[in-house]
């Protein structure tokens, strides 16, 4: 089992930047993949960027360039680092767990934050 506790989450103006956490907890965090999705009224869940280990990511076209995944095994937390932020990443961001080959489809993670809210103002 793997508990997730997203952070970070704030308001912003567009271009600023924000860092978000995801915190967790249970046995073997190292050998899960570590994905970041989000979800804003209306839409469906997107993928944003994912982790397979330390220098190895992948990003949504949408947020390529700007959005940056880290990872620190030893403290269990995965960071989104968000640059460049504009009014259209507003939604609500949740980092999950899943097997260690996960990568954009939401179906391949079996762990899920509660999500924490991101605001860009124009």
């Known amino acids: 089992q793997v508990q997730l506790v997203e952070s970070g989450g704030g308001s912003v103006q567009a271009g600023g930047s924000l860092r978000l956490s995801c915190a967790a907890s249970?046995?073997?965090?190292?050998?899960?993949?570590m994905g970041w999705f989000r979800q804003s009224p209306g839409k469906a869940r997107e993928f944003v960027g994912a982790?397979?280990?330390?220098?190895?990511?992948v990003y949504a076209d949408s947020v390529k360039g700007r959005f940056i995944i880290s990872r620190d095994n030893a403290k269990n937390t995965v960071y989104l680092q968000m640059n460049s932020l504009k009014p259209e990443d507003t939604a609500v961001y949740y980092c999950?767990?899943?097997?260690?080959?996960?990568?954009?489809?939401?179906?391949?993670?079996?762990?899920w934050g509660q999500g924490t809210q991101v605001t860009v103002s124009s």
């Open positions: 999950a767990a899943g097997r260690y080959y996960a990568g954009s489809v939401a179906a391949e993670y079996d762990y």
């Open positions: 249970g046995r073997s965090f190292s050998i899960y993949a």
């Open positions: 982790s397979r280990g330390v220098g190895n990511t």
